[in-house]
């Protein structure tokens, strides 16, 4: 009797093992997500992105204010009008901070990992 619940609770054991392995993880892939900076009130919102080599950023200008995103390398944006948007490809891990370089106050970060 004693064998027989002991080689229940094995089989159960080796149940739940093997539901969890092969359970897909519940943290979603967004991989292949491009990430959305706004600009609004004078400001990048959120003015850091964490985003994987290949992604794609998009900043979009909300105020009526002209802006644009100026990266410390040079490359820049046009000027951005109201409703206007730029976007760029990161190839490259790395951190790349940026300015407006119209309101060099406004400041955000886009950090690209592997
Ligand atoms: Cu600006």
Redesign the pocket.
Known sequence: MKKILITIFVLIVICAIWFFIRTPSPVLNIQDASATVN?KS?AFSPSQVNIKVGDKVVWTNL?S????VTFENGEQSKTLAQGESFDTVFNEPGTYPYI????PS?KGTVIVSN
């Open positions: 600009i004078f105020d204010a002209p802006h644009d407006c370089s119209i309101h406004m």
